[in-house]
């Protein structure tokens, strides 16, 4: 499967990166009433850091900016689990097919991609303020500069006549 299928299922709910409960089951070709059967039956592999149900405001307020999430699920009364990169690994473990276990590569593949990216575009960002700092330091200077070289043209100018200047080059 595709990373960026997997990245586009990846969602941010309370400032983490998660995945839920429907678009596990989908990526691991199971029901989802399976996939929170089996969490269900090995909730003490899932602590509050792995796997969380959202609110119904959280669901309500995600539904309201979010187009990917499938019809069918926007008006279930069940609300979703979402899962933590650690919970997403801990699944594996429960579901133990063999589709799980590859799927569960790919998925990690994915959060570590994602996290790289995230890296890299800090570091981005910083090299950018960076440069912009050289280039406001350098326009002082330059200013500083044009600001010196306009004083001594008009001291120059103002104590010689333009006639009355030494001339340099080629004298006739």
Do not use: C
């Not at 269900?40 to 592999?45: D, P």
């Not at 307020?61 to 609300?79: F, V, W």
Request: glycine share 2%; no cysteine; aromatic share 10%.
């Amino acid at each position: 499967m595709k990373l960026l299928v997997i990245q586009n299922k990846i969602y941010e709910v309370r400032s983490q990166k998660i995945m839920f409960d429907f678009d596990l089951a989908e990526l691991y070709e199971v029901e989802t009433r399976a996939l929170k059967q089996a969490v269900k039956r090995n909730i003490e592999s899932f602590p509050k850091d792995f796997m969380f149900q959202l609110a119904k405001k959280e669901w309500i307020e995600l539904l309201a900016i979010d187009n990917n999430i499938p019809e069918n699920l926007k008006y279930s009364p069940a609300l979703p689990f979402a899962f933590t990169e650690h919970g997403v690994t801990m699944l594996a473990s429960v579901l133990k097919s063999k589709k799980a276990r590859k799927m569960n590569i790919a998925i990690v593949r994915a959060f570590i991609a994602m996290k790289k990216f995230a890296l890299h575009y800090k570091e981005l960002a910083n090299q950018v303020v960076e440069i912009r700092q050289r280039i406001g330091e350098h326009d002082v200077q330059l200013n500083q500069i044009y600001d010196a070289i306009e004083n001594l043209l008009d001291e120059t100018i103002e104590n010689k006549k333009w006639d009355e200047r030494e001339r340099i080059g080629f004298k006739k």
